[in-house]
């Protein structure tokens, strides 16, 4: 039996995080994410693209057989507009599929190494954008500052719901607005303006309590950004600075939906989040694969009601930047 999805929150800042995106540039970067994720095999959760860094919450499966014109359909959706070079290397793919025998492995080989992996769909996006970037603005060099951040996140429940909110509520934090369904460059706006992609993820992030109904989805979504009587306009919402100084100062606890308006360092340094049990379940692994001497310990978060979320990697107390 194939094994469920893997769910990560992957973040990625430009080079010096300079602030290169306006409204075109992120046009282009939110179609390359759909497009990639097509070609992958991999669902987008939510999303969400600013001036100078993006969001993206993954649903990762198993690369299970893929037959040969499901290949070719996906190699391309990644040219919607092929040269003629891209058009004569398709032609050459799908011939040598169609004789078979070694030729037609080292293509299967060649083209299933890039699905079914985080790491690979953010290389491409990555790569793509910056091509596409610096040839549009006679623009060399590096245009992302380092490796993206990763959190491996529990693919379902309180989890996965909190961090799509998070994630969604980035153009709120960085001052763009006050309500994420008039940011159009989010997974939660697109969703709310019909896209069926990003509605299919909100219906992924709240599978255990919307009753198969998209409206459902938007109205939990929504009210988990806002929290009850949190809305703008209602009064309150409490600032940021405020926010900090009640939880770093005075150990103080705030409304969960007012949490999640701050920078939260657990979401993009934490490693793996979800419930204690999760957590634990995958804390060998990540031991292992970073070949540390020591087994990492589960840690409960604090500065909010987060439920039974835990996380590790010894974050500073300061976890609000």
Request: net charge positive; proline share 3%.
């Amino acid at each position: 039996m194939r094994g469920a999805p893997a769910v990560y929150h992957c973040m990625t800042r430009t080079v010096n995080g300079e602030k290169l995106f306006g409204e075109r540039e992120k046009e282009v970067l939110r179609k390359m994410l759909w497009q990639v994720a097509d070609f992958s095999g991999v669902e987008i959760l939510t999303y969400c693209i600013l001036s100078n860094h993006f969001h993206v919450l993954l649903s990762v499966p198993e690369v299970g057989q893929i037959s040969d014109r499901e290949m070719m359909r996906r190699y391309r959706v990644l040219y919607p507009k092929p040269t003629k070079y891209q058009e004569a290397s398709a032609q050459v793919m799908a011939s040598q599929l169609r004789a078979g025998g070694e030729e037609a492995e080292m293509v299967r080989r060649k083209l299933t190494v890039r699905m079914g992996d985080v790491s690979e769909f953010m290389k491409a996006v990555k790569q793509r954008f910056s091509v596409w970037y610096n040839r549009t603005h006679a623009r060399y060099g590096t245009l992302w500052a380092e490796r993206f951040k990763s959190v491996l996140v529990e693919g379902g429940g309180n989890a996965l719901q909190t961090i799509a909110a998070y994630i969604d509520l980035n153009p709120v934090r960085a001052g763009l607005g006050e309500d994420p369904k008039d940011y159009r460059f989010c997974g939660y706006a697109e969703a709310v303006a019909g896209g069926r992609l990003a509605k299919s993820g909100l219906m992924r992030i709240w599978a255990d309590r919307a009753g198969g109904s998209v409206q459902n989805a938007l109205g939990l979504h929504r009210m988990l950004i806002f929290g009850k009587g949190s809305a703008p306009g209602r009064g309150a919402t409490i600032e940021r600075k405020a926010a900090v100084k009640v939880l770093e100062q005075q150990d103080g606890e705030l409304p969960l939906a007012t949490v999640l308006r701050c920078r939260v360092r657990y979401f993009t340094d934490g490693a793996i989040l979800g419930t204690s049990e999760f957590v634990r379940g995958y804390a060998d692994v990540w031991q292992q694969e970073r070949g540390r001497k020591r087994r990492p310990r589960v840690r409960a978060l604090y500065g909010a009601d987060w439920g039974d979320l835990a996380v590790i990697r010894g974050l500073r107390r300061r976890v609000f930047e």
